[in-house]
């Protein structure tokens, strides 16, 4: 554990808080620390035993006042903390690196491409639910796609399994058409 100032003493304290049995204290703190460092792998975070000795290391700044006034599972004080610690490393960690933007003739070629497929794989009829299924964004989208399910008298998940079937008939079309332009 990183102990950054940390004294003897105040990690006697800790123990004391955790449990008047210096064994199943030590026990309880071996479980919080793994459990901290799997919150934060699961978070996606490379350095999940640093952190997790970070948030160890605030808990303890404030120990006396945890020893008077808290109540409860000192885990869950663990956790709480360990959510503040994860925001800031959120803050601080460097952003990934955006792919290169396609050019312009790709994007191109994947819309011809689509709109063949569009015109050769589907019935007007269906082409008309796929196109009001992906119109429009967020509140309005979900609205219309309410619309369209009423209209077709079935539930949302019977629209989304529909919609599901013509995405499957559409993507081997769409594969061979690119496939087909980039070999010329």
């Known amino acids: 554990m990183k102990t950054g100032g940390l004294t003897p003493d105040a990690f006697d304290k800790l123990l004391r808080w955790l449990d008047p049995d210096r064994e199943k204290a030590g026990e309880k703190y071996e479980r919080i620390r793994l459990r901290l460092i799997a919150i934060f792998s699961c978070r996606g975070c ?18 006396d006042w945890l020893l008077e006034n808290y109540e409860g599972d000192p885990a869950l004080y663990f956790y709480g903390v360990s959510k503040k610690i994860y925001l800031v490393y959120l ?21 011809a491409c689509l709109d063949r497929c569009v015109e050769q794989e589907l019935t007007p009829a269906e ?17 219309i796609r309410k619309q369209i399910a009423r209209e077709l008298e079935i539930s949302l998940n019977a629209l989304r399994i529909r919609v599901y079937h013509l995405h499957s008939r559409l993507r081997p079309c769409i594969e061979q058409c690119l496939r087909h332009l980039l070999a010329h």
């Open 46 to 63: 490379h350095n999940a035993d640093y952190l997790a000795d970070e948030t160890i290391n605030v808990v303890i700044t404030k120990i």
């Open 127 to 143: 082409r008309d639910l796929i196109f009001r299924y992906h119109e429009k964004e967020k509140g309005e989208k979900i609205r």
């Open 91 to 111: 803050k601080t960690k460097p952003l990934p690196e955006l792919p290169p933007l396609p050019d312009k003739s790709e994007i191109e070629q994947q819309c």
